[in-house]
C-alpha cells in the first residue's frame, strides 16, 4: 500500500475544506473520504486506489436516521447498512431498501458499510481490480481487455465502447426505485442532486462514475414520502445463495387498485453500469392488469435495449425472468 | 503463546520462525524482528519509532494498548503482528472470506478492511476475549461438541461471527443462520456443524 497521510476531520466544513484540494473526487483521487472502509481499503490494497490523504470521516455526526419535513426519511452518509436495513421504518415502509441492503454483501460488510460509501461503490471488473491490465476506468486510453475477455459478468445496458464495467450495489438499485435524492455539501455550498442524475455513463469517461467534484462530501440521502399502500419487492439473481455480486436483480414498488397497476418504479441492479432505473418498464406496467402477460411485456420493455457481451448474452433472459418474478412476488405480498 | 518459549518442545509457530533454512537470512531477520516488536508491545514497553507512525490506543479484550502505528497497517495486521494476538486470523485480506472477523464497539466487523487507525478508542474484542480454555464462550463450547470445524482456520472467524449473530435479527431456522453466516467462508465445508452448533447456542440461550 502507498503512503498516505492518515487525517480524521474535526467536522465537516475541515473535511470538505481538506477534500477541495484533491485534483478529482474520481477514479485516481490523491484526497479520499475513508467511511467504512469495505471499498476503499480494498482497493488501496491493490494499488488502483493511491491517495496520498485519507480524510477519515466515520466519526462525522451524520450518523443518524430522521424524518424528513414532508414525512419523507433522512438518512446520514454514515448511516452503517445494517442499521439502515434493520430500522423499524424503513423495514415498514420502504422495505425494498432493506431487502436489497440486506441480499448483499455480508453481515460483517453491511456493519462496516456507509450508505454513502455505498453510493460509491466501486465496479467488480476484474480488470479494473487488476493494475497489471489495462482499464479504461483506471487509466483512461489504456483499452477495455473486457470487451474482449471474462465479460460474463459484465452490463448489458448503458455500456461503451470504452467501458463495460456493472455497477455492482445492491442498494443503489432500491434508492433508484424509491427515488431518493442525493445531499452533496461542497467548497461551493450545499446541493441535492436527483438519484438517477448522481451515476454517469460511462459514455468516453469511463473514469467518470458520478457528479461528485473535489470537496464535494454526500451528507445524506433522502426519501420521498413512502407510496402507502405499495408491494415492495428486492430480487436478487446470482451464481451463489448469499454473499456474492448480482447477476441481475430486480427493485420493485407497485401498487395495485382492482388488478389493475396504478403506480410502479422499476429499477434493475447487476446489469447496467450504472443502477438501472427502467422508465420503459414503468409505462409498460401503468395502468395495466397485474398480470404475467403484462409483466412480461415490461421485462421486454426493460431490456429492450440491451447489447450482450460474448460471454454474457444469457443476462438478457436472466433480467427479464428476474423482473417478472420480481413483480409475481410482489402481487403475492 | 508460552510455548514459544519453551525450546524442549518446538511448536509449528517455533518451526516457522526458526527452521526452514532454505528462508532467506533478510527475511527471517524480519519475521524474528516482528516477534520482538510483538513480544515487546505485548509487554507494554516502548516500541521503535516507525515513519509516520501515530500513537493510537487500542482497547482491546478489556486491556489498553497504547501504541505507534503506521497508519497503513490494517486491524488485522496490528492485532496479529504488533500485538501478537494471532487468533484472529488472515484469510483472503479483502473482506471475501470473513476469517479476520471481530467485534467493534460489540458489532462483528472485518479486521481486515479496517485501519488499525480508526479504532482509537474503540472497544475491540477477538477470539483470545471470548473465552478462555477454562471458561468457553458458549458458542465456543458449542463448536467443540458439534466438531464445527475440520482444519481450524476459519474457526475463530467462524465464532466471533456467531457470538455476534446472537445479537442481531435472526429468524429461527437453519436457512436465516445459513444467511447471516455466508461471510464466512470454510472451505473444508464444516457448515452443517457449524449451523447445528450455532442453533444449539440460539435454543439453550
Redesign the interface.
Known sequence: MHRYEYIRPADQAAAIAAAAQATTAQQGANVRFLGGGTTLIDLMKLNVETPTRVLDISRLPLDRIDAAPGGGLRIGAIVRNSDLANDAKVQQEYSVLSQAILQGASAQIRNMATVGGNLLQRTRCVYFRDTAMACNKREPGSGCPAITGHNRTLAILGASEQCIATNPSDMCVALAALEATVHIQGAQGARAVAFGDFHLLPGNTPQRETVLEPGDLITHVSLPPPIVPSKQVYLKLRDRASYEFALASAAVVLTIENGNITYTRIALGGVGTKPWRSAEAETALTGRPANDGTFRQAAEAALGAATPQSENRFKIELAKRCLTQALRMAVAR | MTNDDQPSRPNRRQFLLTGGSAVAASVMAATVGDEAHAAQAAAGEAVPAVE?A?PITLRINSTDHSIRID??T?LLDCLRETLALTGTKKGC???QC?AC?VHVNG????S????A??HDGHEITTIEGLGTPEAMHPMQTAFYTHDAYQCGYCTSGQIM?AA??LK??CGPDDTAV???????ICRCGAYANIVAAIQQVRKSA
Open positions: 509516520g501515530v497508519p497503513r490494517t485480506d479483502h473482506g470473513g472477523t458489532r462483528r466487523v472485518l481486515c478492511l479496517n485501519l487507525v480508526m461471527s455476534a449473530l442481531e435479527p445459513k444467511e447471516l453466516m455466508s461471510g464466512n
